[in-house]
């Protein structure tokens, strides 16, 4: 169900008065505040907040607070189903692993509201949308949640640290910006090489406010007191820096990377039907499919892709099966590879030929998915799977022999 607020009041009156209310009403779901492209995300579990997210940082803020507060956590992340949660899901996961005690984990939900809120303090017009649910209510960390009290206290604080920051003359720039030192002339002849330098790594355009502070172990305000001279003579510009990837992302890249690309396998068939078939049952296999249709043109497409094994139709315009499929084991490069005919003319004569001209095997249209599966794992998987597979078929084949004689 969706409820929509008008949105009167805005800034820390706002919050304050929204925050209030859906502790009272014992509320469960998620509160959305938008301000234009931007989008933060409020998850509560009967009044109590459970994380506060979103903005245009999110990732670089687990990262700040897991640095802060939990240096080194690390979970196994290969079977992690990712919600929109993340955050929340991967402190459970950490709590679970015993990578995270709850002391910490309350710590990083804190940290996080913190931030959400000095980003909406100063906010106007705020849209506000409701959402009552219960599907972020599952496996709930009690001692992790922020009451009421626990919520007005970190947004007063926050809304504190924000009039500091709006009194140093800051209010136009937003921490999530990443300050940039310009190198003049006027900085060579006043700063040793060693102190530019230490400046310039500091103020690179890619370390945001918040990331300054969080490197030298500083408040906000405290941390960001440096730049004001340097903004009084134009010596500082902001940047937008993009997000880094989530820890979900990073892993799943990392994965990517590290696991071998998918065999490649080509389908000769003049017939576009016949080739979306092939594709279509080799996708769900695993595969990456190669489609050629013009087998005259499509050498110059298979040496260029190299397939690990190929589907060939034996009748073909301007060509056929035969032919081809001997072109290509005079061919140093396709020497080696399987190469499986497919043709609706499935008889012996066809079969022998077929072996003669170099032919791996056969397969009669249509073939079966099953039969194309299994021809393609008969050639491309390793030997030593086939024979752990044979022995496993064996010992299946016994093991039933042996309940037919004792039965």
């Known amino acids: 169900m969706r409820v929509y607020m008008s949105a009167k009041t805005i800034g820390y009156k706002m919050l304050s008065h929204t925050l209030a209310t859906l502790s009272q009403k014992q509320a469960t779901g998620k509160l959305i505040l938008e301000q234009g492209e931007q989008q933060w995300q409020f998850y509560f579990f009967r009044g109590s907040l459970v994380y ?3 903005g245009w940082h999110r990732a670089k803020r687990w990262y700040r607070a897991i640095g802060q507060h939990c240096r080194n956590f690390q979970v196994d992340l290969r079977d992690f189903d ?14 679970a692993e015993s990578e995270m005690s709850l002391e910490q984990a309350k710590a990083i939900v804190q940290s996080s509201a913190c931030e959400v809120f000095f980003s909406l303090i100063g906010q106007s017009g705020l849209r506000r949308e409701w959402h009552s649910s219960k599907k972020y209510a599952s496996k709930i960390i009690p001692s992790a949640l922020l009451s009421l009290t626990e919520v007005e206290e970190i947004l007063s604080s926050t809304e504190q640290l924000w009039q500091k920051w709006k009194a140093m003359g800051l209010w136009l720039v937003e921490p999530e910006q990443a300050p940039l030192l310009k190198v003049s002339s006027d900085l060579q002849n006043r700063y040793s090489a060693d102190s530019l330098l230490a400046l310039t790594n500091v ?8 990331d300054i502070a969080f490197k030298k172990r500083q408040c906000l305000t405290v941390a960001s007191r440096a730049l004001l001279h340097y903004m009084e003579q134009g010596a500082v510009s902001f940047r937008t820096v993009p997000d880094l990837p989530s820890p979900i992302e990073q892993w799943r890249l990392a994965a990517a990377i590290a696991q071998p690309a998918r065999p490649l396998i080509a389908c000769i068939d003049d017939s576009p039907t016949v080739c979306e078939y092939l594709e279509q049952i080799l996708l769900q296999g695993g595969y990456r499919v190669l489609k050629i249709q013009d087998p005259m043109q499509g050498v110059a497409s298979l040496a260029k892709h190299k397939p690990a094994l190929i589907f060939m139709d ?35 004569v066809d079969r022998t030929r077929a072996r003669f001209t170099g032919a791996s095997d056969f397969l009669s249209k249509p073939p079966k998915p099953e039969k194309v ?17 044979a022995i496993r078929d064996n010992d299946l084949v016994n093991s039933r022999r042996l309940a037919a004689v004792n039965s």
């Open 52 to 54: 506060a997210t979103g």
């Open 82 to 95: 990712a919600g929109e949660l993340w955050e929340y899901q991967l402190i459970q996961q950490g709590i």
């Open 314 to 348: 034996v009748l073909m315009p301007r060509t056929n099966g035969f032919t081809l499929c001997n072109f290509l084991r005079k061919t140093p490069a396709f020497r080696e590879t399987p190469i499986v005919f497919l043709t609706g003319q499935n008889s012996i």
């Open 203 to 210: 103020f690179n355009g890619e370390n945001t406010l918040w």
């Open 373 to 389: 599966l299994q021809i393609v794992e008969k050639y491309l998987k390793p030997k030593s799977d086939r024979s752990s597979t």
